[in-house]
């Protein structure tokens, strides 16, 4: 089975929106003129490239427009001669489209966290909050009790519980009572962030073959896998 080529469709898409590398607008012949070579077009990857590109890729892009112009241009300079496995053009998209959006997300995060990868970063935050609350109460009361008396029949009282001291001359009382009351409220927060960076060159050296494996599904997925030469009596030359 002999299909058509990436190159071949782009070259197809430019003709039919009006280019031609034989002949410019005004009619003159520009056969050597590089400006209007589809390959130069191809290599410089300018707006009418990157119109068609879209078009084959149905206008499926990545989240970071800076990557999907990379992913893109990948692509077509890797895959610019290689046959494709279907038959027609849009069939073709169809698989195209389907691997994209079954590897987007791996693409994106490729392009976004590599460099975490690569660096092997790592960063942690813990938050802590303390609350103390602590209450004293104590209490203290003295009693002091002195009576005299001048005559023997004289009877006092010197219970230490009764503030009533009876037929005493003299009676004197001394209470002291005191209560002590301590509250204390206290709220401690605390806030850690650490971040820390390896560098490895095994890991940068692993990181080389990331986008390799992508292009490889692109091309089990979309491409043919075998080059067909010539034919010549049915026999592959």
Request: proline fraction near 1%; charge should be negative; charged fraction near 25%.
């Amino acid at each position: 089975m002999v299909t058509t080529t990436l190159f071949k469709i782009i070259q197809s898409e430019l003709i039919k929106n009006g280019h031609s590398e034989f002949i410019d607008s005004e009619n003159n012949l520009i056969l050597f003129d590089k400006e209007f070579q589809f390959t130069e077009k191809i290599l410089s990857y300018d707006d009418d490239i990157k119109e068609i590109l879209s078009y084959i890729f149905h206008g499926l892009t990545l989240d970071d427009p800076e990557h999907d112009l990379h992913f893109k241009k990948m692509f077509l300079y890797r895959f610019v001669n290689r046959e494709i496995n279907r038959q027609t053009i849009e069939a073709f998209k169809m698989e195209l489209m389907n691997t994209f959006i079954t590897n987007k997300d791996y693409i994106n995060r490729v392009y976004k966290d590599s460099d975490l990868f690569i660096l092997q970063k790592n960063k942690s935050q813990s938050d802590n909050t303390q609350k103390n609350n602590q209450s004293n109460e104590s209490s203290t009361m003295t009693d002091n009790r002195q009576a005299f008396a001048d005559l023997p029949q004289s009877q006092a009282n010197l219970d230490v519980n009764n503030t009533n001291i009876s037929y005493a001359t003299d009676n004197t009382i001394s209470r002291n009572k005191q209560t002590t009351e301590n509250q204390t409220d206290g709220e401690t927060k605390g806030n850690t962030t650490t971040n820390s960076e390896t560098y490895s060159l095994d890991e940068l050296i692993k990181s080389n073959h990331l986008m390799e494996n992508i292009m490889n599904i692109f091309d089990q997925k979309c491409f043919m896998q075998v080059w067909w030469g010539s034919v010549t009596n049915g026999k592959k030359n």
